[in-house]
């Protein structure tokens, strides 16, 4: 049996679920809310919501542009987050 391959709404919906997950988690270990981050990381944040949000009213068959868009958001969302949270260096 073949696995069938992960349907492209799904991997950015898991991608999306991952950054609510990681700043949910921040917010608690640092027991503050979103408005307490750096307002360049709040408004990634909110491009990302509105990019998930018309991907998710136009799926299954969400436009290239919306697709587009949520990746240049997920990019922007992991630069401001490394600016914020240098990556740890590997030992």
């Given at each position: 049996?073949?696995?069938?391959?992960?349907?492209?709404?799904?991997?950015?919906?898991?991608?999306?679920?991952d950054?609510?997950?990681?700043?949910?988690?921040?917010?608690?270990?640092?027991?503050?809310?979103?408005?307490?981050?750096?307002?360049?990381?709040?408004?990634?944040?909110?491009?990302?919501?509105?990019?998930?949000?018309?991907?998710?009213?136009?799926?299954?068959?969400?436009?290239?542009?919306?697709?587009?868009?949520?990746?240049?958001?997920?990019?922007?969302?992991?630069?401001?987050?490394?600016?914020?949270i240098?990556?740890?260096?590997?030992?």
């Amino acid at each position: 049996m073949t696995p069938r391959p992960i349907r492209e709404h799904a991997k950015l919906q898991q991608t999306f679920k991952d950054w609510e997950f990681g700043l949910t988690a921040h917010c608690k270990n640092a027991q503050t809310g979103i408005e307490q981050l750096p307002s360049e990381v709040v408004q990634a944040w909110d491009d990302m919501e509105v990019a998930w949000n018309a991907i998710k009213d136009h799926a299954p068959n969400p436009s290239p542009a919306e697709i587009a868009r949520f990746h240049a958001a997920n990019r922007r969302m992991q630069q401001v987050w490394n600016d914020m949270i240098p990556p740890k260096k590997q030992t």
